[in-house]
């Protein structure tokens, strides 16, 4: 405990020689000083004890905060001790260890017969993209490993299941976060990726105005984290990564070409992703990483986002409640009502994959650029941009339910009225052809949606198409028999 001065000599005392006043310090309770022997502190004596007791209390406190448990810095985890990712949502995810290790290079093996064939990393594999491509990579005998880590942006139940799927398939998702360094070093380290399909990211436009800080980690930091366990690895793979059409931002001209302005996005989850790709190029040119990024264009289809328009105006339809429809303040020249270059998934994911066939090499060695490495960005779209609203008629002939609609004006949350994609220079280097329209495509993610959340609607609707099919061709052969 520090002194406390309760009094004070009287110096008047001392002047005349009369018994001084004991200062009440505590360690000097004992001592009978007279005045003539007694030193008073200084100014500069209390100060000095002051700052000495001030450093103490500081140091005890910094103390007590570095080393309480929620400060702690997490130890390093043994090479076979499993580990709980640090940004994982709530689970029981876990890595490390021989079984762990075993798992991970299984689903990494190649199974082409040749054994010429890819060994990727697919991270956000549980996403929808990711799911879709991983899949079609094992079909035709690749080694798929995939990353995810389930957030719960939307339904984590849904991605548990598109994880069950390519489980079936023998496509390992390890539970794990992008921006988990030590993670990505464990598994550049158990299996010598000869590409990444790098598809993890915080997705949505107008979920930035709720949460920034998620699409800075998670599509900044996350894909600084990957290119760093990239540059380092041996051999260092070629990356094929996810940006997106929203780059395009504010720019007028149509349809979108690779060679337009991306430098005036509309929202923070573009602004993201035009960063992504001036993050890429450093990486492609101190490192010689081989980097390819893709703009996909409105992706829809079976085991789809709930973000996305098309599958909650489905769900909001058959429940009978209103959907919103946006219209663009017009005035310019294209159409007031939103429209999009809606792509469906299977023709993105022939374009994922023709961008991993012809990525070319990496040139890294050790860390180091050997010679230039391929750097390339391409349009991923269907070229046939269509109203919203057509959107929804089709809905509501696929669902056979009358949608409410609310017609309102788009409010300033990132969206852009239109979208169109250029798709040639794709065409010419890739050998991308989309071959699907749009009631084709929502045909199948209709069925898709009634077989998984509303079995007995898709039950009823098959039976009342067959009983009309029937019908049909009973009245076909009374036709023609009569003709």
Same mark, same amino acid.
């Given at each position: 405990?520090?002194?406390?001065?309760?009094?004070?000599?009287?110096?008047?005392?001392?002047?005349?020689?009369?018994?001084?006043?004991?200062?009440?310090?505590?360690?000097?309770?004992?001592?009978?000083?007279?005045?003539?022997?007694?030193?008073?502190?200084?100014?500069?004596?209390?100060?000095?004890?002051?700052?000495?007791?001030?450093?103490?209390?500081?140091?005890?406190?910094?103390?007590?905060?570095?080393?309480?448990?929620?400060?702690?810095?997490?130890?390093?985890?043994?090479?076979?001790?499993?580990?709980?990712?640090?940004?994982?949502?709530?689970?029981?995810?876990?890595?490390?260890?021989?079984?762990?290790?075993?798992?991970?290079? #299984?689903? &990494?093996? $190649? @199974?082409? *017969?040749?054994?010429?064939?890819? /060994?990727?990393?697919? !991270?956000?594999? =549980? +996403?929808? %993209?990711?799911?879709?491509?991983?899949?079609?990579?094992?079909?035709?005998?690749?080694?798929?490993?995939?990353?995810?880590?389930?957030?719960?942006?939307?339904?984590?139940?849904?991605?548990?299941?598109?994880?069950?799927?390519?489980?079936?398939?023998?496509?390992?998702?390890?539970?794990?976060?992008?921006?988990?360094?030590?993670?990505?070093?464990?598994?550049?380290?158990?299996?010598?990726?000869?590409?990444?399909?790098?598809?993890? #990211?915080? &997705?949505? $436009? @107008?979920? *930035?105005?709720?949460?920034?800080? /998620?699409?800075?980690? !998670?599509?900044? =930091? +996350?894909? %600084?984290?990957?290119?760093?366990?990239?540059?380092?690895?041996?051999?260092?793979?070629?990356?094929?990564?996810?940006?997106?059409?929203?780059?395009?931002?504010?720019?007028?001209?149509?349809?979108?070409?690779?060679?337009?302005?991306?430098?005036?996005?509309?929202?923070?989850?573009?602004?993201?992703?035009?960063?992504?790709?001036?993050?890429?190029?450093?990486?492609?040119?101190?490192?010689?990483?081989?980097?390819?990024?893709?703009?996909?264009?409105?992706?829809?289809?079976?085991?789809?986002?709930?973000?996305?328009?098309?599958?909650?105006?489905?769900?909001?339809?058959?429940?009978?409640?209103?959907?919103?429809?946006?219209?663009?303040?017009?005035?310019?020249?294209?159409?007031?009502?939103?429209?999009?270059?809606?792509?469906?998934?299977?023709?993105?994911?022939?374009?994922?994959?023709?961008?991993?066939?012809?990525?070319?090499?990496?040139?890294?060695?050790?860390?180091?650029?050997?010679?230039?490495?391929?750097?390339?960005?391409?349009?991923?779209?269907?070229?046939?941009?269509?109203?919203?609203?057509?959107?929804?008629?089709?809905?509501?002939?696929?669902?056979?339910?009358?949608?409410?609609?609310?017609?309102?004006?788009?409010?300033?949350?990132g969206d852009v009225p239109y979208t169109h994609a250029n798709i040639s220079l794709a065409q010419r280097e890739l050998g991308y052809r989309p071959s699907t329209d749009l009631q084709t495509g929502l045909k199948k993610f209709v069925r898709w949606y009634l077989e998984y959340y509303m079995p007995g609607l898709a039950d009823k609707q098959k039976q009342h198409g067959s009983s009309n099919s029937k019908a049909l061709r009973g009245q076909n052969g009374s036709t023609s028999s009569t003709s």
């Amino acid at each position: 405990m520090a002194p406390q001065l309760t009094g004070a000599p009287s110096l008047a005392g001392a002047a005349g020689g009369a018994a001084a006043v004991k200062p009440q310090f505590h360690h000097f309770h004992h001592h009978r000083l007279a005045a003539r022997h007694h030193h008073i502190p200084s100014p500069t004596s209390l100060l000095s004890k002051l700052a000495f007791w001030s450093v103490c209390s500081l140091s005890l406190l910094l103390a007590f905060l570095l080393l309480s448990p929620s400060a702690a810095p997490t130890p390093r985890a043994a090479p076979d001790s499993p580990r709980r990712s640090l940004h994982t949502s709530p689970s029981t995810a876990t890595w490390g260890g021989a079984a762990w290790e075993k798992k991970v290079r #299984a689903s &990494a093996r $190649v @199974r082409r *017969a040749n054994g010429r064939g890819l /060994s990727v990393l697919v !991270t956000g594999a =549980a +996403g929808f %993209v990711g799911c879709h491509a991983a899949a079609a990579l094992r079909r035709r005998g690749d080694g798929v490993l995939g990353l995810d880590n389930f957030n719960d942006y939307y339904d984590p139940a849904l991605k548990r299941g598109r994880a069950a799927l390519l489980a079936r398939s023998g496509v390992y998702v390890v539970d794990g976060d992008i921006a988990d360094a030590e993670l990505l070093a464990k598994l550049f380290d158990v299996v010598p990726f000869t590409h990444v399909l790098h598809l993890a #990211a915080q &997705a949505g $436009v @107008r979920h *930035a105005l709720v949460d920034p800080m /998620s699409y800075v980690r !998670t599509n900044v =930091a +996350g894909l %600084v984290a990957l290119l760093e366990a990239a540059r380092v690895a041996d051999p260092q793979p070629a990356i094929v990564w996810a940006s997106s059409s929203s780059v395009y931002g504010l720019n007028s001209h149509v349809p979108f070409s690779e060679h337009d302005r991306t430098d005036r996005p509309a929202s923070l989850y573009a602004a993201t992703k035009k960063a992504g790709e001036e993050i890429a190029h450093v990486y492609n040119h101190i490192y010689g990483l081989s980097l390819t990024a893709l703009r996909f264009f409105t992706v829809y289809g079976p085991w789809g986002r709930p973000d996305m328009a098309y599958f909650f105006f489905t769900r909001d339809i058959l429940a009978g409640r209103p959907i919103t429809v946006y219209e663009s303040a017009g005035g310019g020249t294209h159409q007031t009502t939103i429209s999009r270059d809606f792509t469906y998934i299977d023709d993105i994911v022939k374009g994922c994959v023709g961008a991993l066939d012809t990525a070319g090499r990496s040139t890294g060695s050790g860390g180091k650029k050997r010679g230039p490495a391929p750097f390339r960005t391409y349009n991923l779209g269907n070229t046939s941009p269509l109203p919203v609203t057509q959107m929804v008629d089709l809905l509501e002939k696929l669902l056979k339910v009358k949608a409410v609609r609310r017609v309102v004006k788009m409010p300033r949350n990132g969206d852009v009225p239109y979208t169109h994609a250029n798709i040639s220079l794709a065409q010419r280097e890739l050998g991308y052809r989309p071959s699907t329209d749009l009631q084709t495509g929502l045909k199948k993610f209709v069925r898709w949606y009634l077989e998984y959340y509303m079995p007995g609607l898709a039950d009823k609707q098959k039976q009342h198409g067959s009983s009309n099919s029937k019908a049909l061709r009973g009245q076909n052969g009374s036709t023609s028999s009569t003709s």
